[in-house]
């Protein structure tokens, strides 16, 4: 097997599937349940090209909100069966998903920005090289994780204030874009494959 093989973690809100108005949250919140799911409609093809190409994909989430009592962990777990689904629709595959289920609060290894989802999906797929995969989020928390790793990193966000974040911690994401469509343009040039 090529050990520059690249594997592409996707982080899943925001970058998969919309995220969703919740009147008790102050920014918009992660579907908790199937009905809310809705897959960017661009997402299905992005996938089915990287997938082509030769990418391997792989998502890391964090979904606290069954922590939090908000939701029950098989309604968690349903939404996200929605969300690979609806990815998965025009022949992309994602090999693996890595889900963090902590609070904040529960100082585990796992919440991004810390990195052990990232270890995980690597120690589950040992034929990618780290220094030729990339995190890919709409969130500074997700460029954080994946530059601690040592993974190139891409921020998906219109929302300047996850690029001012990044700014006051002296971090430049590899790549910015607006969605998944212009990464994966972006990616599949020969000198960032
Ligand atoms: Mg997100």
């Given amino acids: 097997m090529d050990a520059r093989r690249s594997l592409i973690v996707l982080d899943r809100d925001g970058v998969l599937n919309r995220l969703i108005d919740n009147p008790s949250e102050p920014r918009p919140d992660s579907p908790m349940r199937a009905s809310e799911v809705v897959v960017f409609p661009w997402v299905p093809q992005a996938l089915r090209d990287l997938t082509h190409a030769g990418f391997g994909i792989v998502v890391a989430s964090n979904q606290p909100a069954w922590a939090k009592g908000k939701t029950t962990r098989a309604d968690l777990e349903a939404a996200h069966a929605a969300v690979l689904h609806g ?8 090999l693996s998903s890595h889900i963090c289920y902590h609070r904040a609060e529960d100082g585990c290894p796992c919440r991004k920005p810390a990195t052990g989802l990232l270890k995980e999906a ?15 989020g709409d969130r500074a928390i997700d460029v954080l994780a994946g530059a601690t790793f040592g993974l190139r990193t891409a921020l998906l966000a219109a929302d300047s204030a996850e690029q001012a974040t990044l700014v006051a911690r002296r971090l430049q994401p590899d790549f910015l874009g607006a969605d998944l469509r212009d990464f994966a343009r972006f990616v599949q040039t020969p000198a960032h494959a």
Avoid: C, D, K, L
Avoid at 87 to 94: L, M, P
Avoid at 122 to 136: D, L, Q
């Fill in 87 to 94: 990815a998965e629709a025009e022949g992309g595959v994602i």
């Fill in 122 to 136: 690597f120690e589950r797929h040992p034929g990618y090289a780290v220094g030729a995969s990339w995190m890919v």
